[in-house]
């Protein structure tokens, strides 16, 4: 048998054209690799989608990691027609990701209140063209809530606690009571068996001296918003000025401690000290409070008048505003949020009512610190505590030993600072130990009590 070796061209021929092919296959690659992909397009929407009003703004955002979109469309189908809502086309390859917002237009889109469907698809651009569809049952709503309010008569305290019941008329993703630009959420609560709405307002101090604005604001699952003004009357209530004169032995005393626990304040002498601690510790001490009262528990857990600290002096009430002078000059300023109250040295502080523990532990001017969460937006705070026998989660009784009287933060004795706060803001203590008061204002309120 003979053998014909291939020539030297016919090897260099079959060399090239390999090479050709290798670089043909690359290019191909490159060119279409991400488009030889059979992964579908997706989409996520901001909320759950179960209601579309007018109101509403319908936000998706379409996906598609390989070879990106190609369109996007949105519709509505109600009644056997169909309502293009968006319809949007992408250059290939250009988008992975976009967000798509829908509102509906009452002028366009002749739709009724009731049930429909949602209409959502994307393509993207692959080389066989990739796509999904999904249909959704939705219900659209065009008709704001209707707001019922049950506390006709509120006659409220400048610096106290007003309470507000009401009913909507139908399921409602945010409503609450708004003093002019404030808002303040209200809870559910069962009222005579039927749902309803409960809410604790901090009046302001202030509200003598200025025209006060309170109304209920109710958004149902559409975005639909109603507003409904709330009656009111606004008693008398006036408020105590004190100039408070800082010596020497004070800042003394109380100053190396905030240096100490502050680097900032290093190198300060004590007046600096002070002035720092009056002002920029007292508003980030504040600031803390109020996150600490942003979650609460949506149910009552106390019963019965707040308890007051035993055999105690009241040393400073509730809205006292004091004015700081050092040398003859003033250095700084505060309201008082709370009622000091003092009896013997270390004496033992108990929960003013049945809670939970939502924060135990050392909180700048206020010194050693217990709140104690009551449900629906309602807390309690204990301040300067020598000693803390709760933890964090923990659940009271009214009664309970919360630790002992002292004079840690900015506190010049031994004392207890007592404050109640709702909605996140401080409110006069004074209301809650009166037995009338709870009647009149919060339990027939609820027409749970006598």
């Not at 250009?94 to 509102?103: A, G, L, P």
């Not at 393509?123 to 707001?147: H, K, W, Y």
């Amino acid at each position: 048998m003979t053998f014909v070796q291939p020539s030297k061209n016919r090897k260099r021929y079959l060399l090239i054209g390999s090479a050709v092919i290798a670089v043909l296959a690359v290019a191909a690659w490159l060119l279409l690799g991400q488009r030889l992909e059979f992964g579908k397009p997706s989409f996520t929407s901001k909320g759950e989608i179960r209601t579309i009003g007018w109101n509403t703004p319908l936000i998706l955002t379409f996906s598609d990691s390989k070879s990106g979109l190609s369109r996007t469309a949105v519709a509505l189908t109600q009644d056997g027609k169909t309502y293009p809502l968006s319809t949007l086309t992408y250059p290939s390859g250009k988008y992975k990701s976009h967000e798509v917002r829908v509102i509906l237009d009452p002028a366009k889109h002749k739709l009724r209140e009731g049930p429909a469907t949602l209409h959502i698809s994307a393509e993207d651009g692959a080389l066989f063209g990739n796509s999904m569809t999904v249909d959704r049952s939705v219900m659209i709503d065009f008709g704001p809530p209707q707001i019922l309010l049950l506390s006709t008569q509120n006659h409220l305290n400048p610096g106290g606690t007003g309470v507000l019941t009401y009913r909507v008329s139908e399921p409602v993703s945010v409503t609450g009571v708004y003093i002019d630009q404030a808002f303040f959420r209200a809870y559910p609560v069962s009222l005579s068996g039927q749902p309803g709405f409960i809410c604790y307002v901090p009046v302001p101090m202030d509200a003598g001296s200025k025209p006060m604005h309170l109304r209920i604001v109710a958004r149902d699952l559409g975005g639909n918003e109603s507003s409904s003004t709330v009656p009111y009357v606004l008693l008398k209530k006036t408020f105590r000025s004190d100039r408070m004169m800082l010596s020497d032995s004070f800042l003394q005393q109380k100053m190396p401690e905030f240096q100490a626990s502050n680097p900032p304040l290093r190198g300060k002498n004590l007046l600096e000290t002070f002035i720092y601690v009056n002002s920029q510790i007292r508003e980030a001490n504040f600031k803390t409070i109020q996150g600490i009262c942003e979650k609460s528990e949506p149910r009552q857990l106390w019963s019965d008048t707040f308890l007051r600290m035993k055999n105690a002096s009241p040393m400073a009430l509730f809205g006292d505003r004091r004015t700081y002078i050092y040398g003859g000059q003033t250095v700084g300023e505060s309201v008082h949020g709370g009622v000091d109250l003092a009896s013997t040295a270390q004496a033992p502080i108990e929960a003013a009512n049945s809670g939970i523990v939502v924060f135990a532990g050392p909180l700048g001017i206020y010194g050693n610190t217990v709140i104690i969460d009551h449900g629906f937006g309602l807390f309690t705070l204990y301040a300067h505590l020598s000693s803390i026998s709760v933890k964090g989660s923990q659940s009271v009784s009214r009664g309970d030993v919360l630790g002992a009287s002292g004079l840690t933060g900015l506190a010049g004795g031994d004392h207890l600072h007592f404050g109640i706060m709702a909605g996140g803001r401080f409110v006069n203590p004074q209301e809650w130990w009166d037995p009338h008061w709870i009647n009149d204002n919060v339990l027939k309120k609820l027409q749970i009590g006598a």
